[in-house]
């Protein structure tokens, strides 16, 4: 099945760009300076010799960026995609993990206020009261942290200030839209500042199944932030704690190419079509997170700070996702479809729960020795503990009575985690306009899995003892092909060094060249079918990555133009894939492996432009170029050569326009402006062996008018996304030699208000 999608572009743009510029430069304003602290120090992000995306908290709220899905619209060289809150895959520049297992971490990871995030069940979370996201792309393990081998993004919360302020907010939509939020601010004390956020989102569903009359793709998320902040002579210290509560319907997959199964054809029997799903059984996702956190900041003198992050994570997830999107149409031994007889079929449900516990600690000594020459040193330390249990279950569904399970395969695994690490950057700016900046990491990964493997069909001791099988439940696809209870233990250690030439002739423009080696922690494969795969380690990846860069602020700082040219030699990539294999050719196994190498190089640029006082303009393009070498897969055909192929998420071209122009800004009246942005991805592969499983080109175009009052006390944002109602594969695998995908969301439009008091 091929999903085309319409090319037109932001009709309305060009007619922005046709209105009356008399005296433009005369009138317009300069582009503000935005200062981040990514290498520890403030510093403009005009001098921050790394490709970054850099967005302010009103460029957030703006975008409505809420979620790393609506971040990657934005940004050059980032992908993302889930098949549930549980399961989130972010790549950068074609760096990416998506094997989920507790042994497996993320090529590419999240900060929140210097906390790290990199367990892929967590990555992805509610963006809300945001200071900065800054998203970094390349290796950045010198200063980032573990497993940054992609990228990093990291995320500042808006403090807490001395400033008394309530602000609430509320959206309605179509859907059943409705999201509402509060934050609180203000003094405690004379050295105490407090801030309180609260968010809720929730809408009814972007698809629907039209067999069990229910709607998936629903949303129930409800986010909560407090913040204290003591301030006193040399002492800065923040406390935070967050809490978050996810809870989804099944995520709608359906049939996109037919397989063994059967599924397509009865996907269409049962009428399916656009945003429409056909499983006999239904799925959920739930997900539930706290944290804790205390960062402190301690100038010893006026050369040398102490900075102190500690920090404690939990999270509980479970998930259960309806794999084909329709019954499977093989009778026996799967049961049968009879909507005559009310038998709704059968269907595979893949049922995950995990708990995580994250402990870790990081010291940091910032250290002027002189004006030229500035070092920071570090430590880090992180204990991770991961409970996760996976089952493959066949049940079938009937009017009248539950859904019953027919067949029951379990994956149960336990891993630890510890790693250590030491690090050191040093700035030195050896001449009025050049600077030589070179780090190091050096880090020791070490994991501890206990994998259990329980076929329910299968007369062994250890199905009984596990006491994991239900009565009567027996095998049926044999992804868990045998039955075993063991544990496998392995270390890594590693150095990463970088090193960058910056030069900045004048304030209008800089200029730098950066060498930086990235480093990924192997581990152990999730939801192993043999014994031998269980105990076999992944081995690390590694990425050399070369960059040359250009940031500039022209025109009396009213274009802004950065752009950068890489390329990454990228070794030892660890992918997953689930497919027909030698130890199961009926339905198939989930396969982790290193491959050889790949070679990426692209460039990415991002452009603003205040025309004048009224439009401002920007724009961003990313190419991505990636060939795999080496690329060889067992499969039950044979070995497959997928060399030459191009990375997973992985599009060779990315865009995003956008404009705001101000409508009227009158003493009484308030301000009135058309906000508008385009954005656009090319296809994206998604398994290697069957290259018909892809993410769809995404094209797509969104409008807001908004109105803040004269006062800046109310606003106001009347808002459309999707104004195409584009819609198509929003990600996709493959069971037994067909493709299943998730719909994309359709258009949506609705009105947000918010009151500051």
């Known amino acids: 099945m091929k999903i085309t999608h319409s090319k037109r572009a932001l009709h309305s743009l060009p007619l922005l760009l046709m209105l009356p510029m008399t005296n433009t430069w005369a009138q317009a304003p300069t582009i503000e300076e935005v200062l981040v602290t990514t290498q520890f120090r403030e510093e403009s992000s005009q001098r921050l010799a790394i490709s970054s995306r850099i967005l302010s908290g009103e460029t957030i709220e703006r975008l409505d960026i809420n979620s790393n899905a609506t971040l990657a619209h934005t940004t050059p060289g980032l992908s993302y995609a889930e098949f549930a809150a549980g399961q989130s895959y972010l790549a950068l520049r074609g760096i990416l993990s998506v094997d989920d297992g507790p042994g497996m971490d993320s090529s590419v990871v999240a900060f929140v206020d210097g906390v790290y995030i990199g367990r892929i069940s967590n990555i992805d979370f509610d963006l809300m009261d945001i200071e900065r996201i800054e998203v970094l792309r390349g290796p950045q393990g010198t200063l980032f942290g573990r497993n940054a081998i992609g990228g990093a993004i990291n995320i500042l919360t808006r403090p807490a200030t001395a400033d008394t302020a309530l602000t609430l907010r509320a959206t309605a939509g179509n859907y059943d839209t409705l999201r509402y939020g509060a ?50 002579g040399k002492q800065d210290w923040q406390l935070s704690l967050d809490h978050a509560n996810d809870d989804r319907a099944d995520m709608g997959r359906f049939p996109v190419e037919e397989s063994g199964l059967g599924s397509r054809a009865q996907w269409l029997l049962l009428g399916g079509e656009e945003g429409k799903s056909t499983a006999p059984i239904s799925g959920f996702s739930k997900r539930s997170a706290y944290g804790i956190s205390l960062n402190g900041k301690t100038d010893i003198n006026s050369d040398n700070q102490l900075n102190t992050i500690v920090a404690w994570r939990q999270s509980d997830s479970d998930w259960a996702m309806a794999s084909t999107g329709a019954p499977i149409a093989i009778n026996p031994p799967f049961p049968a479809m009879d909507l005559a007889a009310g038998e709704f079929g059968s269907d595979i449900l893949d049922l995950i729960h995990e708990q995580v516990e994250q ?184 990425a050399w990555s070369y960059e040359l860069g250009l940031k500039s602020d022209l025109f009396e700082r009213r274009v802004r133009l950065n752009g950068s040219v890489f390329y990454t030699d990228y070794r030892d990539l660890q992918i997953v894939r689930f497919g027909p294999s030698p130890d199961n050719p009926g339905f198939g196994s989930f396969t982790t492996t290193n491959i050889g190498e790949a070679k990426i190089s692209g460039a990415e640029i991002e452009i603003q432009w205040l025309v004048n006082k009224s439009l401002d303009l920007s724009a961003s393009y990313g190419y991505l170029d990636s060939e795999i070498d080496d690329l060889l897969i067992e499969t039950i055909a044979g070995i497959v050569d997928a060399s030459g192929s191009q990375l997973r998420q992985a599009p060779r071209n990315k865009y995003h326009l956008s ?69 198509g594969i929003a990600h996709s695998y493959t069971i037994a030699g067909g493709v299943y995908g998730v719909w994309s969301p359709p258009r949506t439009v609705g009105l947000s208000m918010s009151r500051e008091l």
């Not at 004390?189 to 629903?218: C, K, M, W, Y």
């Not at 800089?510 to 031998?532: E, I, L, R, W």
């Not at 058309?674 to 290259?691: K, R």
């Not at 106001?716 to 996304?721: D, I, N, Q, V």
Request: hydrophobic share 30%.
């Open 359 to 542: 402990s870790s600690i990081e010291l940091r000594w910032l250290h002027t020795l002189n004006e030229q020459l500035h070092v920071t040193f570090g430590a880090f330390a992180l204990n991770e503990k991961t409970a996760r249990r996976e089952n493959f279950q066949l049940l079938r569904n009937s009017v009248g009575s539950p859904q019953t399970l027919v067949g029951d395969e379990i994956s149960q695994q336990h891993n630890t985690t510890k790693s250590i690490a030491f690090y050191s950057q040093a700035q030195w700016s050896f001449s009025e306009y050049w600077k030589l900046i070179a780090g190091a990491r050096w880090t020791r990964d070490s994991k501890t899995t206990q994998s259990t493997s329980i076929n329910c069909g299968h007369d062994h001791p250890l199905v009984e003892a596990s006491g994991l099988c239900a009565v009567n439940s027996g095998a049926f696809l044999n992804i868990m092909s045998s039955v075993f209870q063991t544990q496998a233990q392995k270390s890594w250690t590693d150095t990463s060094p970088k090193f960058t030439l910056q030069y900045s002739p004048n304030a209008k423009w800089m200029t730098y060249a950066s060498a930086a080696k990235g480093f990924k922690s192997g581990g152990f494969p999730g939801s192993p079918g043999s014994q031998q795969i269980a105990t076999t380690p992944v081995a690390p990846e590694e």
């Open 659 to 727: 404009a705001e122009y101000t409508l009227l800004n009158h003493q009484q009246w308030g301000e009135y402006t058309l906000s508008l942005n385009h954005h656009h991805s090319d296809t994206q592969l998604n398994d290697y062996v069957n290259t018909d499983t892809r993410i769809d080109a995404l094209t797509q175009s969104n409008g807001a008018i908004n109105w803040t009052s004269s006062n800046q006390q109310w606003t106001a944002s009347l808002w459309l996304k999707n104004i195409e109602n584009e819609r």
């Open 183 to 232: 934050t609180i601010n203000g003094a405690l004390s004379p050295t105490v500042n407090a801030r309180l956020s609260l968010n809720h989102r929730e809408h009814s569903g972007f698809t629907r199944n039209i067999l069990l009359n229910e709607d998936n793709q629903t949303e129930d998320k409800t986010s909560m932030r407090g913040l204290l902040n003591y301030q006193s």
